[in-house]
């Protein structure tokens, strides 16, 4: 697993999700298990219902990672809306 | 250097399609094109091993052909195998001869069984041990591709099974080409194959199973591990089963690849794999009504049915053995039935 | 331009076969074996029908059934081949009709042999080539094969029984015995 992809992604969504006051967190890469796992973050959000939809989120970093790494990966969002 | 060596030559045309055609005409191959086997590639193997070139591994069944170290290096060049995974196919050739995995019976019998080779340990990475998605076909690691396949022309060339001649076989299977995977074990959550077979964790193993092909499992309606067991426990416990032919349901091990993503969930109910195997065991039968009459007849006097008119698959809950593999799709497990009358063997990957 | 490279194949080595054992005399006051195996219900047949035509012709009988090739059940069966070779003085083994219990077949009959008694290994036919090749592969080319029908197992028992007197009397032939 390319991590320096990973993180290059987190960041691409993180500047996105910033828009809204946002932020998203790269927790860990682990290429022995696939997983990747992310955090958001909403600490200055006064709505956290308008930032970006969980499933729209998921989908949207899942594509970023994808564009930046090879072979099959476990996304995990921890989304405190969940 | 080339004086250590001391099995035959022959002069072939420098040209890869000479070489194949060389293969065919003297049937040494598989029937894919295979590499020169030269000096320089069998030395190169041969460094990767504390084994000397004419340390005899053993014989090799079914004409008990004399397998050398030199000798499985060069069929282990043929098939492409890089010198740092030649000792994996030297430990797959350990374990295949142990007695009880029965060599002499798999390489004579008309099932289509063929050892399977299981991999653990931190080399599979390095080496292209498929683990991964289409870790059984597809993923073309270049260790999983040739590992396999140079124990097969071992035991081809060496070992002289042929289908059709020494080898009875009615149908074959794939991994008569040679089949090597490894287990996923850092998405397990239970302890590897490799040590529940008794080595300690991180050890390069190979794992040979006398398996008669991949049955495919899918479920797309069911979460609950319970209900999946279940479901997977009957699917395996299928009528023809070879391990339904057996005197006592005693020999031969039926491993189950499961993915990561039903691992998990499967985890979550039995944190211990011995809980899973005694779920699995529990469910792993067929009522006696289930066969015909004659077939019934036969069961009965092999004393495989219980009082409650059960035949089970196999005597006991380790008899089932699961392992984690395969992609994050879900969905899917496979099975790899026994032969019946073998037992999986391992054995240590040794190095310099 | 040419390439030199190694032969993959093991050298063939033409080992001198062992002896094979003959009664050379009647089965009268001779102890015969006979080892059936659970799996062919067929077998079992013939060999119980062979049995009372031993008693028949003077002979006792020894008779054991084997059922694994590995565990400690497959060591158990070939343990008692091996206890059984040593109390018989010529043994009848079968059934070869798959390929490994053809295999297994020729190997407890390669047993009676290394005890110095006269065996005879039962095949079917479409496994004979293949029961040769096992006995010249365990250093035994002359071992003593009969050839029975194939496939054996499905046939009603008159069948069986009418096959098992056709080919009674070339089992005694075969070890070297008359009735």
């Known amino acids: 697993m390319n991590t320096e992809g990973v993180a290059e992604a987190v960041d691409e969504m993180g500047a996105i999700l910033r828009l809204d006051g946002a932020d998203l967190r790269l927790v860990g890469a682990d290429p022995a298990t696939a997983r990747i796992e992310v955090a958001l973050e909403l600490g200055g959000v006064d709505c956290a219902d308008c930032v970006m939809p969980p499933e729209l989120l998921e989908q949207m970093i899942a594509d970023a990672v994808r564009k930046r790494v090879r072979g099959e990966f476990e996304l995990v969002v921890r989304d405190p809306r969940a | ?352 | ?179």
């Open chain 3, 1 to 179: 331009m040419t390439l030199t490279i190694r032969l993959p194949v093991a050298p063939r080595v033409d080992a001198v076969g062992a002896p094979a054992f003959t009664l050379d005399g009647p089965v009268d006051g001779k102890r015969v074996g006979l080892r059936t195996d659970l799996a062919w219900r067929s077998w079992m047949l013939i060999a119980a029908r062979w049995d009372e035509y031993l008693r028949r012709d003077g002979a006792s009988t020894l008779a054991i059934q084997t059922a694994a090739q590995v565990g400690k059940e497959g060591a158990d069966d070939r343990a008692t081949v091996d206890a059984w070779s040593d109390r018989v003085d010529c043994g009848i083994v079968g059934l070869g009709t798959c390929g490994s219990c053809t295999s297994f077949s020729v190997h407890d009959a390669v047993t009676l042999e290394q005890h110095e008694k006269p065996s005879v290994v039962v095949v079917c036919s479409e496994f004979e080539t293949h029961a040769r090749n096992m006995a010249r592969f365990l250093g035994h080319p002359d071992l003593k094969v009969l050839v029975l029908p194939y496939p054996l197992e499905a046939r009603p028992d008159d069948e069986l029984l009418r096959i098992a007197d056709e080919y009674y009397p070339q089992a005694l032939a075969l070890l070297g015995a008359s009735a």
């Open chain 2, 1 to 352: 250097m080339t004086d250590v060596l001391t099995s035959g030559q022959v002069e072939v045309g420098d040209d890869p399609a000479a070489l194949y055609e060389l293969s065919l005409a003297e049937e040494w191959g598989d029937g894919v094109p295979v590499l020169a086997a030269t000096d320089e590639r069998v030395l190169a193997l041969l460094a990767a091993t504390p084994a000397a070139a004419d340390y005899v591994v053993g014989a090799l069944p079914p004409q008990y052909g004399v397998a050398t170290v030199e000798l499985v290096a060069v069929n282990a060049a043929m098939a492409g195998v890089e010198p740092a995974a030649f000792p994996h196919v030297l430990a797959a050739l350990e374990a295949i001869l142990v007695p009880e995995f029965n060599a002499f019976g798999l390489t004579t019998t008309t099932s289509s069984v063929f050892p399977m080779l299981i991999v653990n340990g931190p080399s599979r990475a390095a080496l292209g041990i498929d683990h991964r998605a289409g870790c059984m076909g597809g993923a073309a690691g270049r260790g999983s591709m040739t590992i396999g396949r140079a124990v097969s022309l071992c035991l081809r060339n060496i070992g002289g099974q042929r289908a059709g001649e020494t080898s009875r076989t009615v149908f074959g299977q794939p991994a008569r080409f040679g089949m090597c995977f490894g287990e996923w074990e850092e998405r397990s959550p239970w302890p590897s194959l490799a040590q529940r077979q008794g080595f300690p964790a991180g050890t390069d193993v190979v794992t040979v199973h006398g398996s008669k092909g991949t049955f495919p499992l899918a479920d797309i309606n069911n979460d609950d591990p319970r209900d999946l067991l279940y479901l997977i426990a009957k699917s395996v416990a299928f009528p023809l089963s070879n391990m339904f032919l057996g005197g006592s349901g005693e020999n031969g091990e039926l491993v189950i690849a499961i993915n990561p993503i039903w691992a998990d969930r499967f985890a979550a109910a039995f944190p211990e794999v011995e809980e899973l195997q005694a779920f699995l065991w529990e469910h792993a039968w067929q009522p006696i009504d289930l066969w015909p009459a004659e077939n019934q007849e036969i069961l009965r006097a092999k004393r495989r049915v219980d009082d409650d008119g059960k035949v089970a698959l196999v005597a006991r809950p380790d008899q089932l053995v699961p392992i984690v593999c395969g992609g994050l799709g879900s969905l899917h497990a496979v099975a790899l039935p026994s032969f019946g009358e073998s037992q999986l063997q391992s054995a240590e990957v040794q190095r310099p």
